[in-house]
DNA sequence: GGTAGGATGGGCT
DNA sequence: GCCCATCCTACCC
């Protein structure tokens, strides 16, 4: 289903979309269009990480060189290496000095899609172009090059959207971790076909 | 349709 | 030295 197809991107969000608690910033998100230089594709997954009450959390155990970027203001990238492979791309919420982001998990691809197969080149089929956190910053060109990156202007950035169809938000538990796993601060456009599972 | 196992290296105890 | 906010391939229904 591709409930969230067609065209008119609207503004950049503002740092303001951002300073909101990361619970209410992932479910934001959703429908909005992630864009780094000629690629973009619209969020239908994400997930909320919180701050040091949150064991998932890569700022549950305080400030590291590694993390730094999730304590300050919002509306800048996280991008953090994982699994000696991979990158996952954030965008920090919450006041400055208190520590939050949301991870985005998935796009439905919608700008530059050629150019976003031709990085992807193992992507059999449109939906496993951008349908997981390692696959989506690989099909954008996303890097730790671009942690901490203003995503309010520049080359990454996350725009509104104009005339899309409406949808339902369902919240599930969060993919791929261990500690406090239970609480439901994953958000998924219902029914979109181009979510990780 | 489904899943088990390996790749691969930074971060932190 | 262990733990990952993952993805892909091979293999099995």
């Known amino acids: 289903m591709i409930a969230t197809r067609s065209p008119g991107l609207g503004p950049i969000l503002s740092r303001t979309f951002y300073r909101r608690p990361a619970t209410q910033v992932a479910r934001d998100l959703l429908g909005k269009v992630l864009i780094h230089g000629a690629t973009g594709g619209v969020i239908v997954e994400t997930e ?12 549950y155990r305080g400030i590291t060189r590694r993390n730094a970027v999730m304590f300050g203001p919002p509306g800048y990238a996280y991008v953090y290496f994982i699994y000696g492979m991979y990158e996952c791309v954030n965008v920090v919420t ?8 949301v991870l985005i998990r998935a796009l439905e691809p919608l700008l530059g899609i050629e150019l976003m197969q031709s990085r992807r080149p193992t992507a059999k089929r449109p939906r496993d172009l951008a349908s997981g956190p390692g696959k989506l910053t690989l099909a954008l060109g996303i890097t730790r090059a671009l942690n901490g990156a203003d995503v309010t202007k520049g080359a990454l950035i996350v725009r509104d959207r104009r005339g899309a169809a409406p949808f339902e938000i369902e919240a599930s538990p969060r993919i791929g971790i261990t500690k406090n796993a239970d ?11 181009f979510i990780s599972r």
Not at 183 to 193: D, Q
Request: no cysteine.
């Open 48 to 59: 909320a990480y919180l701050g040091l009450d949150d064991a998932a959390s890569h700022a």
């Open 183 to 193: 609480l439901p601060l994953r958000f998924t456009i219902k029914g979109n076909e």
């Open 94 to 101: 919450e006041p400055d000095g208190k520590a939050g982001a």
